[in-house]
C-alpha cells in the first residue's frame, strides 16, 4: 500500500484528498494544526471508504513539528510515497497598505516557511538516492498567485506565487531522482477557508464570473491532486495545473 502525508488535511480541499487517496488504496497520514475533530472527522471519513489512516498534530510552519508530522507518517517501516503540501491560511480582505505586520508575519510563516518546510523534508525523504522510494509531491497553490487578489488578499497571492517557484525549482531538483513535483491553482472553491478571511459567501458570490458560471467543489480539486499524485501522471513534473473554471 502507497504511503500518503496531506497537510493541512482537517478540512476542505485537505479533507478531500484524504478521502479520494483512500479510495485509490492510499495509506494516509492527516495533519492539523488545532482542530482535533476536524482531523478526527476526516479519518473517519478515510476509513469509511475502507482506507486505513494515522493523525500527525502539527504546526507546519514549526520545524520540530514538520519534523515530527513525516516521523508520524514513515512509521512502522511505511515510507512515502506521496506528500501534499496542502496547509495554508488567509485573513480578513484589506489593501496592503491596511495590513500589519503581524498578519504579513503569520502569512508568510505558514504559506511560505511552512510550504518550504514540508517540501524540504520531503525531499530529504523520498529520493532514491536518500533511500526513499521516489514519489510524488503535490504543491496546493492558488489562482491568485496569477491574478494577484487586489484589494482583498495580495499578501496571500504573493505566497502562492511563491508556491509556483518553488514547484519549478523543485522539480528540476528532484526529476533525477525518481520524485514529481507539481502544483494545483484552485480558483474559487467552496470551502470554509472563505469564512476565515470574513467572507464565507465568496466562492458562491463570484463563482458565477468564472467561465464555468459557479464556484467550484473540493472534489474536483482533490481529483486533480490524486491524479498527479499516481502512474497515469508518471510523465507529468513542473506542471501548474489551474483547477479555476477558467478564470
Keep these: 500500500?502507497?504511503?500518503?502525508?496531506?497537510?493541512?488535511?482537517?478540512?476542505?480541499?485537505?479533507?478531500?484528498?484524504?478521502?479520494l487517496a483512500a479510495e485509490a488504496g492510499w495509506f494516509v497520514t492527516i495533519n492539523y494544526r488545532s482542530d482535533v475533530a476536524a482531523a478526527e472527522a476526516t479519518l473517519a471519513a478515510v476509513k469509511a471508504t475502507g482506507g486505513d489512516g494515522v493523525l500527525a498534530p502539527?504546526?507546519?510552519?514549526?520545524?520540530?513539528d514538520?519534523?515530527?508530522?513525516?516521523?508520524?507518517?514513515?512509521a512502522d517501516g511505511r515510507g512515502l510515497d506521496g506528500v501534499v503540501v496542502n496547509a495554508g491560511i488567509v485573513a480578513p480582505s484589506m489593501r496592503l497598505a491596511d495590513m500589519g505586520i503581524e498578519r504579513l508575519r503569520?502569512?508568510?510563516d505558514v504559506n511560505v516557511l511552512g510550504a518550504y518546510l514540508c517540501a524540504r523534508e520531503a525531499a530529504r525523504r523520498m529520493p532514491r538516492?536518500?533511500?526513499?522510494?521516489?514519489?510524488?509531491?503535490?504543491?496546493?497553490?492558488?489562482?491568485?498567485?496569477?491574478?494577484?487578489?487586489?484589494f482583498?488578499?495580495?499578501?496571500?497571492?504573493?505566497?502562492?506565487?511563491?508556491?509556483?517557484t518553488l514547484t519549478i525549482g523543485?522539480?528540476?531538483?528532484?526529476?533525477g531522482d525518481g520524485v514529481r513535483v507539481n502544483a494545483v491553482r484552485p480558483g474559487?472553491?467552496?470551502?470554509?477557508?472563505h469564512g476565515s478571511g470574513g467572507q464565507p459567501d465568496r466562492a458562491e458570490r463570484l463563482g458565477a464570473s468564472a467561465p464555468l458560471g459557479r464556484p467550484g467543489e473540493a472534489d474536483e480539486v482533490g481529483a486533480a491532486i490524486v491524479w498527479l499524485l499516481g502512474d497515469s501522471a508518471s510523465y507529468c513534473t513542473g506542471a501548474l495545473l489551474d483547477v479555476s473554471g477558467g478564470r
Design 58 to 64: 502539527g504546526d507546519v510552519a514549526v520545524e520540530a
Design 106 to 108: 503569520r502569512m508568510f
Design 170 to 175: 523543485l522539480s528540476k531538483e528532484l526529476g
Design 152 to 164: 482583498e488578499y495580495v499578501d496571500y497571492a504573493g505566497t502562492k506565487g511563491a508556491i509556483d
Design 1 to 19: 500500500m502507497k504511503s500518503l502525508l496531506v497537510t493541512g488535511a482537517g478540512r476542505g480541499i485537505g479533507r478531500s484528498v484524504a478521502r
Design 129 to 150: 538516492s536518500r533511500g526513499g522510494r521516489g514519489g510524488s509531491i503535490v504543491m496546493v497553490s492558488s489562482a491568485a498567485a496569477r491574478l494577484g487578489s487586489p
Design 66 to 74: 514538520v519534523l515530527r508530522m513525516f516521523d508520524v507518517a514513515c
Design 188 to 193: 474559487l472553491i467552496r470551502t470554509d477557508i
